[in-house]
């Protein structure tokens, strides 16, 4: 249930074209990826980075947070405080679908801030609602409680009938995680009839789907059947095929409980299709699944690997850990019936670390449900207590006695359990440290000496020969200080673990010049700061951005017979620095033609170690440091260039 619930919830906070159809989103991210993306006005790039953010929530949670961080550059550029707030919203849904919780509250409340100050009522029942997800996500319930409850609140102020509904709804999704079955359902009921008395079909069948599901929890199967048939027969009729989808793989799951394997496996079959025909990315992961295991059940293992061995495919892109776990549980089974007994085990023992994961989260959930439960059954036990005479006060304060005692007791055992599993926690988390330390020391050692490479150490000497043999002594000369002054800061800065913008830039110009020199001024290329950069006094980690240049220089440029263009930008972005690297050469699709042709393809060392790099440096700051590469495109579709945008930390003196 908690999986649809997200999407339903985040469907519902989306306002900004959550609608727009597959073919104009293509089209919207065709023409932000070609330089005619860059003639558009400020406003009309925010609107289309939301857009194409928006559209990515349910299946590229990287590239929501990328696109939105974009549309949030331009935003406070403008400025544009709906936008900013847009664009922080979809950062923190990117987060919260990634179980990065304490980020994705971060960026709700700096959405909630500047929501406040424009007075955007519908806006702020949104950040509460979403930071209401977070809070129950991490089994918070009071928390999760309160903020619906400042949406329902402020919604009921406003008389915006849909808005409460959304929030009675959400109330009623955290009483059930909070095993509070009865009031979750009066929720449910209270936001159905509101909905019905709005007449929105969907979010019936939506509702009624949800219905269902608790019956299940509550063993109520033929109930919760009624209630999948319902649903399914409102959403097609009022054409939602999410709602459809959801039906289909309900129904199949009461029919796999039965051993109705021939209804379970048709109804999984018309929940692929739909998945599959609308991209609907989970759907079509949990239809496989259950599909595999439906195979299993009837004895043909070997139909239900392919699915299994796809689910699990697409599981992993999606980080999704609770269908990562059915997939693998699946894998194991199958496995085991077809003899391959090592794939097996290696299947099993994924399928355990990631069950002992989930089991340590709903521990910390079971936890905190416990704790909220005791202190409610304690402050009504007291209100009861004030209302009796003395000989049941007197009894009532022994039996009081009797569970403090009890009580400390196993406060005491979890104490001392959660002191246990904090000493293990922080030997991990010390030898974790420890092994990266080691692999960061290690990438900067491959890193120097992808660098210093031997190849391009010999090919600037024979330049510098060259230039000797035709009595060119000056630019013999002026080539050597060139290399010697590379050599030199690559050496000192290798020392360092931040260094200067300024003589990073230095270190790219020398770099660039020297292959200008090299090359017959084959090419030219600009380095630009951004204004709101101190590049003196702004350090980022040294050598990130070089193997870029390096790979736009020998797989783009120089493949190209007209001169050619590098341009180089570093803008910041709260604590982030974005270094932007796009070259006007032949695009990597002609490269890798071009260079298998002659038998020289390769993968850059410099761009696999400056990625392990990224991650070491995300792992130690909890952060997401990362690159991504653009294929560009001119107005007639054809390939014009690469750009690289590089996510690296900085330090501010």
Same mark, same amino acid.
């Given at each position: 249930?908690?999986?649809?619930?997200?999407?339903?919830?985040?469907? +519902?906070?989306? =306002?900004?074209?959550?609608?727009?159809?597959?073919?104009?989103?293509?089209?919207?991210?065709?023409? /932000?990826?070609?330089?005619? &993306?860059?003639?558009?006005?400020?406003?009309?790039?925010?609107?289309?980075?939301?857009?194409?953010?928006?559209?990515?929530?349910?299946?590229?949670? #990287?590239?929501?947070?990328?696109?939105?961080?974009?549309?949030?550059?331009?935003?406070?550029?403008?400025?544009?405080?709906? &936008?900013?707030?847009?664009?922080?919203?979809?950062?923190?849904?990117?987060?919260?679908?990634?179980?990065?919780?304490?980020?994705?509250?971060?960026?709700?409340?700096?959405? =909630?801030?500047?929501?406040?100050?424009?007075?955007?009522?519908?806006?702020?029942?949104?950040?509460?609602?979403?930071?209401?997800?977070?809070?129950?996500?991490?089994?918070?319930?009071?928390?999760?409680?309160?903020?619906?409850? %400042?949406?329902? #609140?402020?919604?009921?102020?406003?008389?915006?009938?849909?808005? /409460?509904?959304?929030?009675?709804? *959400?109330?009623?999704?955290?009483?059930?995680?909070?095993?509070?079955?009865?009031?979750?359902?009066? @929720?449910?009921?209270?936001?159905?009839?509101?909905?019905?008395?709005?007449?929105?079909?969907?979010?019936?069948?939506?509702? +009624?789907?949800?219905?269902?599901?608790?019956?299940? #929890?509550?063993?109520?199967?033929?109930?919760?059947?009624? *209630?999948?048939?319902?649903?399914?027969?409102?959403?097609?009729?009022?054409?939602?095929?999410?709602?459809?989808?959801?039906?289909?793989?309900?129904?199949?799951?009461?029919?796999?409980?039965?051993?109705?394997?021939?209804?379970?496996?048709?109804?999984?079959?018309?929940?692929?299709?739909?998945?599959?025909? *609308?991209?609907?990315?989970?759907?079509?992961?949990?239809?496989?699944?259950?599909?595999?295991?439906?195979?299993?059940?009837?004895?043909?293992?070997?139909?239900?690997?392919?699915?299994?061995?796809?689910?699990?495919?697409?599981?992993?892109?999606?980080?999704?850990?609770?269908?990562?776990?059915?997939?693998?549980?699946?894998?194991?089974?199958?496995?085991?019936?077809?003899? *391959?007994?090592?794939?097996?085990?290696?299947?099993?023992?994924?399928?355990?670390?990631?069950?002992?994961?989930?089991?340590?989260?709903?521990?910390?959930?079971?936890?905190?449900?416990?704790?909220?439960?005791?202190?409610?059954?304690?402050?009504?036990?007291?209100?009861? +207590?004030?209302?009796?005479?003395?000989?049941?006060?007197?009894?009532?304060?022994?039996?009081?006695?009797?569970?403090?005692?009890?009580?400390?007791? !196993?406060?005491?055992?979890?104490?001392?359990?959660?002191?246990?599993? @904090?000493?293990?926690?922080?030997?991990?988390?010390?030898?974790?440290?420890?092994?990266?330390?080691?692999?960061?020391?290690?990438?900067?050692?491959?890193? !120097?000496?992808?660098?210093?490479?031997?190849?391009?150490?010999?090919?600037?000497?024979?330049?510098?020969?060259?230039?000797?043999?035709?009595?060119?002594?000056?630019?013999? =000369?002026?080539?050597?200080?060139?290399?010697?002054?590379?050599?030199?800061?690559?050496?000192?800065?290798?020392?360092?673990?931040?260094?200067?913008?300024?003589?990073?830039?230095?270190?790219?110009?020398?770099?660039?010049?020297?292959?200008?020199?090299?090359?017959?001024?084959?090419?030219?290329?600009?380095?630009?700061?951004?204004?709101?950069?101190?590049?003196?006094?702004?350090?980022?980690?040294?050598?990130?951005?070089?193997?870029?240049?390096?790979?736009?220089?020998?797989?783009?440029?120089?493949?190209?017979?007209?001169? &050619?263009?590098?341009?180089? %930008?570093?803008? /910041? #972005?709260?604590?982030?620095?974005?270094?932007?690297?796009?070259?006007?050469?032949?695009?990597?699709?002609?490269?890798?033609?071009?260079? %298998?042709?002659?038998?020289?393809? %390769?993968?850059?060392?410099? +761009?696999?170690?400056?990625?392990?790099?990224?991650?070491?440096?995300?792992?130690?700051?909890?952060?997401?440091?990362?690159?991504?590469?653009?294929?560009?495109?001119?107005?007639? &579709?054809?390939?014009?260039?690469?750009?690289?945008?590089?996510?690296?930390?900085?330090?501010?003196?």
């Amino acid at each position: 249930m908690k999986t649809f619930v997200c999407v339903l919830l985040i469907n +519902l906070a989306i =306002q900004f074209s959550a609608n727009a159809q597959n073919s104009r989103i293509d089209s919207i991210t065709a023409l /932000m990826n070609s330089p005619a &993306g860059e003639s558009l006005t400020d406003d009309a790039r925010m609107k289309n980075y939301l857009t194409i953010a928006s559209s990515n929530i349910y299946s590229n949670f #990287e590239q929501t947070i990328m696109f939105a961080r974009k549309a949030l550059i331009i935003a406070r550029q403008i400025p544009n405080q709906r &936008g900013e707030a847009m664009a922080l919203n979809f950062i923190g849904i990117g987060f919260s679908n990634q179980s990065r919780h304490d980020s994705a509250l971060s960026y709700y409340r700096k959405a =909630q801030d500047i929501l406040l100050q424009i007075h955007d009522t519908v806006g702020i029942i949104h950040t509460y609602n979403n930071m209401g997800i977070v809070y129950n996500n991490n089994g918070n319930y009071q928390q999760s409680v309160q903020n619906y409850s %400042h949406a329902l #609140e402020m919604a009921k102020s406003q008389g915006n009938i849909e808005m /409460m509904a959304f929030s009675i709804n *959400n109330l009623a999704i955290v009483y059930y995680e909070w095993q509070q079955f009865q009031l979750a359902m009066e @929720y449910y009921d209270q936001s159905l009839a509101l909905i019905r008395q709005l007449g929105d079909s969907a979010k019936i069948a939506v509702l +009624l789907n949800n219905i269902g599901e608790l019956y299940v #929890e509550t063993g109520k199967q033929e109930e919760a059947l009624k *209630n999948f048939q319902e649903a399914l027969s409102i959403s097609q009729q009022s054409n939602s095929p999410k709602t459809t989808m959801n039906a289909h793989l309900n129904i199949g799951d009461y029919h796999l409980l039965k051993r109705n394997f021939n209804e379970a496996q048709n109804n999984y079959h018309k929940a692929l299709e739909i998945g599959e025909a *609308n991209n609907y990315p989970l759907g079509i992961v949990g239809a496989n699944i259950k599909l595999a295991q439906v195979l299993i059940e009837t004895g043909t293992a070997d139909d239900a690997l392919p699915l299994a061995s796809e689910g699990l495919r697409m599981a992993l892109k999606l980080q999704n850990q609770k269908l990562i776990i059915d997939a693998r549980h699946i894998l194991y089974l199958i496995n085991q019936k077809k003899g *391959n007994f090592r794939e097996s085990l290696d299947q099993f023992v994924a399928y355990t670390e990631l069950q002992d994961t989930l089991f340590n989260q709903n521990s910390r959930k079971d936890i905190a449900r416990l704790r909220t439960e005791y202190e409610t059954d304690k402050k009504e036990k007291e209100i009861v +207590l004030l209302n009796q005479d003395k000989a049941i006060q007197s009894l009532e304060i022994g039996r009081q006695k009797s569970l403090r005692i009890y009580t400390t007791l !196993l406060a005491i055992l979890i104490l001392l359990a959660g002191y246990l599993m @904090y000493n293990r926690y922080r030997l991990r988390q010390k030898n974790i440290k420890t092994e990266l330390e080691r692999m960061n020391v290690d990438i900067e050692q491959r890193l !120097l000496r992808s660098q210093m490479s031997p190849h391009f150490i010999f090919n600037s000497l024979n330049s510098i020969n060259s230039f000797i043999v035709k009595n060119d002594t000056k630019s013999a =000369q002026i080539f050597l200080t060139k290399f010697s002054e590379l050599i030199r800061l690559i050496l000192e800065n290798s020392r360092k673990s931040m260094i200067s913008i300024e003589d990073e830039i230095k270190t790219l110009q020398l770099n660039l010049e020297i292959e200008q020199l090299r090359f017959n001024d084959r090419f030219e290329f600009e380095i630009i700061a951004g204004q709101e950069i101190d590049t003196a006094n702004t350090y980022i980690p040294p050598m990130l951005v070089q193997p870029f240049v390096e790979n736009a220089l020998i797989h783009g440029i120089l493949h190209k017979k007209e001169k &050619g263009l590098i341009r180089i %930008h570093f803008t /910041m #972005e709260s604590s982030a620095i974005h270094a932007i690297v796009k070259d006007n050469g032949v695009g990597r699709e002609k490269a890798r033609t071009i260079e %298998h042709a002659n038998f020289k393809a %390769h993968e850059s060392l410099g +761009l696999q170690l400056t990625k392990e790099r990224l991650l070491l440096l995300g792992k130690k700051s909890n952060n997401d440091y990362q690159y991504t590469i653009t294929d560009l495109t001119d107005v007639n &579709g054809s390939a014009s260039g690469t750009m690289i945008d590089v996510l690296m930390p900085c330090e501010v003196e």
